[in-house]
């Protein structure tokens, strides 16, 4: 099978493979080989479109990516419309800007008003606060763009950086996101909303990770064996006799040779 997907959903992370069958990662033990990789595909209306195009790195080929509703997007810098199967969507729908912390690195993003806290867990924020609501994805980018140069913060956080923050020191991720909100009162006042702090680091479970694990790149014929203790963002760290922590971006559009994927406990704890 294929790994064609990885997303939270109520508060619970789980890949998509071939089929668009949901493996819950929570509570699981897990015994995989993994393969080669190629292109993921897209979905559509619901349904997964297979490609066969081999691929060195990234989840999709650039015929997929155009033909993804969504894809194209996450690349969007409010610059020009890239995807203009969506513009009409785009132009009616309420945007959240908000700050993350992932540590002491802070950066500046947009979601949908409906997926904001979704969206934090998707990246593995510590902390998050909306700070500002704007009509129009084309304009949202725009003005996300204009606070990142304003407060010097990045609006990307990559992976290999999320692992090296894997615990995070909440003072320093507070501290950091009120001074920022002082300055964008000033700077930024016609888009500023009241905003409200949200602890989100619950919901990873990483009190089930007492050190700092082990860091496994994911290549052709990696073996993933253990109990999946902790999840944070695209994160996930396995303990089998030691911890070790792999992005799981790194498996999209490879194939996977599952031995077993096993439900330890139920799956609320």
Known sequence: MQVIKYKWENFEPFL?????????????????????????GFVLDGRHAECSVKLDYGSQCNGCLLRDKFAMCFRCTGKECINEKRRGDCTDEQYFIYLAAFNSVLKVGISLDRRFQERLIEQGADFGAIVGRVKDGLIVRQIEQRIASTLGIVDRVRGDEKKRMLFCDPNKAITNIRQAIHKLKADFPRYMIPPQIFDMRMHYRLHNVPLYPKDVSITDD?????????????????????????????????????????????PKN
């Not at 015994?31 to 990789?37: E, I, P, S």
Request: with cysteine; proline share 0%.
């Open 16 to 40: 998509i493979v071939s089929g668009m069958e949901r493996i819950r990662l929570f509570n699981s033990e897990i015994n995989a080989t993994v393969g080669a990789k190629r292109c993921a």
């Open 222 to 266: 990696t073996e993933l064996t253990g109990n999946i203790v902790a999840a944070k963002g695209n994160i996930i760290v396995i303990e089998n006799g030691e911890f070790s922590a792999f992005n799981v971006h790194e498996l999209l559009g490879r194939e996977i040779e599952l031995k077993k994927v096993k439900s330890l406990t139920s």
